[in-house]
Structure formats: C-alpha cells, structure tokens
C-alpha cells in the first residue's frame, strides 16, 4: 500500500516506515484512493492513453474532463479522485506530482459554477424534504409492501430514526451486503434504547462522524416523540423481531444480510415513487433536509439547528426550505417533534 523507494534505507528501517506510512490514512481513504486509481485506467483505456507515473498534465485534463462528462461526476468526487492520484505516486515513493496546476485548478472551479448554475436553472435537482406527511405515506406504503413484515419495521426504523436524529445515512447503514469494516459501520453493541425521557430515547454511539475532523466516536441521543412517527418505538418494534448478535452491523435484514444506503433508497423510491411536482425523487438525505427545514419552522434559531444536525458549516442554511415563523418558546416544546 505504501512503498519507500529512497535509496540508503535498510530494509528493516524501510519495512517500519512503510508500516507507519500506510497508516497515515484510514483503511476506508486508502480504499477509496484504490477507486481513484482504478478509473484512471479505464480512463486511459477508454481514451488510448499510455498508463505511465508520473501521470502527465495532459493525462489528468482529459481524466477530469471524462469523470465530468463520461461519468458524470460532481466537482467534490473529482477532486476525491486526484487526491487519490496524488497519494498514488507518494506512497509508491514518488515525488509530488504536480496535478494542481492553474490551469487544473480553473476547470475544476469551472466544474463547481456550473453545477451550482445548473441547480438554479433546474428546479428538478432539488431534493425535496421529507415532511410529516410524507412520513405517514411512507408508513401506509410499507404496509402494502410484498416483504417481510420484520423488513417492513426495519425501513420504518431507519426512516424515523434518520428524521428524528438529523443522521447521515451512512452513519446508520453499512456501505456493502457482504462485508463491512467494524471501525466506520455502526454495530449492533452501538446502539442502546433506554427509559430517559417521556416516551424513552435511543443512543448511537458513531465511529467516525463527518463533522469531526479527527474522525472521533461521538454519542447521538433520539429521543421519543410519542406520536405516529416515533423513532424508539419503531426501533423497539424491530428489535423485538430481531437476533441481536454482538458485533455485527446494527441494521440488518431479516435474512441477516446488512442494509446498505443504496437499498433503503430504492426502497423508498418504490414505496413514495416520484414527486408529484415533478422534482427530484426522494432520497436518504431527504430526512436530514425534511427535519432541518422543520426544526426552523417551528422556531428554532440557526445555531440550534446547526447543533442538533451536526453541521460544522452554514450548508444546513439551504436545507431551511419552509417559511421561517415567529421564533416562539411554544414551538421548542418536545411533543412538537
């Protein structure tokens, strides 16, 4: 993963340093760096290019110019990805290369306008937020659903509980059905439902939160609402139907295979279908939008909401999509949400 080519080096010293390099990043980055260098291959399959390193300038233009127009990528990936071809050359005892050059630098701005352009001028780019009233069509869909009742309670549990508790969906949900990395997926031993609270609370404790930048464990509490969309009760609900090995991904199917954030999404395509405004189909992170926008709504100020979701920018701003009422003390009340 990490190779010390330098010369002067005894081998021991070089196996120790190696050692120490590799874990510079974790297994999920360098996981990730490995995809970078993968599409640079078939990128350069694709557009006859030599496979060489140092990777020429005129290599990485037209890389960026096919993860933008061939794969249709976003700026932030494309930058995931030359930081990925980056971190290839140095650990592979490279010198730096220089793909930051101006003229790299200008397209990926570029790359960011137009998006940002793109999204004005496209009402359908807009996620929609789930509201209350999109939760009871959800919950009324899943009855009809030809599953499991167990799965049936499973969705309704990670849809309640990414509401209520403002999670990134990752946070909850593991990245793949046939493997999983017990430093970054959420456990079965990181979730605990206890009496604190009127209608009880539930408390997961995250591997690596995003807004943490040395990526420390942190404890979010849910608490019950009480009402139709009550993310204890759905998670006791589930749970109660449910083996509950130690050490094992916490949201599971009922045939035991992990929940992944691309299945509980086509789930809720299926179930909510398309809006009928006609604006983007519902996602994951339509929950964290939804209850952002709520949270204002019913008065809380910016800052509040700012903690409750975890975001260490001003980017929640965006999701405030409901007209701002009156801040009134009445609205904070726990029964309101």
Not at 54 to 64: G, M
Request: charged share 25%.
């Amino acid at each position: 993963m990490f190779q010390l080519r330098q010369a002067g080096i005894p081998d021991n010293i070089r196996k120790d340093l190696e050692m120490l390099g590799a874990h510079s990043l974790t297994d999920k980055t360098w996981s990730s760096y490995n995809t970078a260098k993968r599409m640079l291959a078939v990128c350069c399959k694709q557009n006859n290019l030599k496979k060489e390193l140092p990777v020429p300038e005129s290599t990485i233009l037209i890389f960026i110019h096919w993860l933008a127009t061939v794969r249709n990528l976003k700026a932030g990936t494309i930058n995931n990805y030359l930081a990925g071809i980056r971190q290839f050359h140095i650990a592979n005892g490279m010198p730096d290369p220089s793909i930051r050059s101006d003229t790299i630098n200008l397209i990926l701005k570029g790359v960011q306008n137009k998006e940002a352009r793109d999204r004005l001028a496209n009402k359908n780019l807009v996620k929609q937020p789930i509201t209350e009233a999109t939760m009871m069509t959800l919950k009324t869909s899943l009855r009809s659903w030809q599953a499991d009742t167990t799965d049936h309670r499973l969705i309704w549990a990670v849809a309640t509980n990414l509401y209520h508790g403002l999670f990134r969906v990752r946070e909850l949900l593991a990245e793949k059905e046939q493997e999983f990395d017990p430093a970054f997926t959420l456990l079965t031993d990181d979730i605990r439902v206890s009496k604190v609270g009127q209608f009880g609370s539930a408390h997961f404790q995250l591997k690596a939160p995003k807004e943490d930048k040395k990526k420390r464990s942190k404890i979010v509490d849910v608490y019950g609402t009480g009402n139709a969309s009550c993310p204890v009760l759905a998670l006791r609900k589930w749970q109660a139907r449910m083996d509950w090995p130690a050490n094992q991904p916490a949201f599971r199917w009922s045939n035991g295979v992990p929940l992944t954030a691309k299945k509980f999404n086509q789930v809720l395509r299926d179930r909510l279908g398309e809006p009928a405004d006609g604006s983007r189909a519902f996602s994951s992170h339509c929950f964290r939008i939804g209850a952002a926008s709520r949270l204002g709504h019913l008065g809380y100020s910016d800052e509040e909401v700012k903690a409750m979701g975890r975001w260490s920018s001003r980017a929640f701003e965006e999701y405030l999509l409901h007209p701002r009422t009156k801040r009134a003390t009445i609205a904070k009340q726990a029964k309101e949400f």
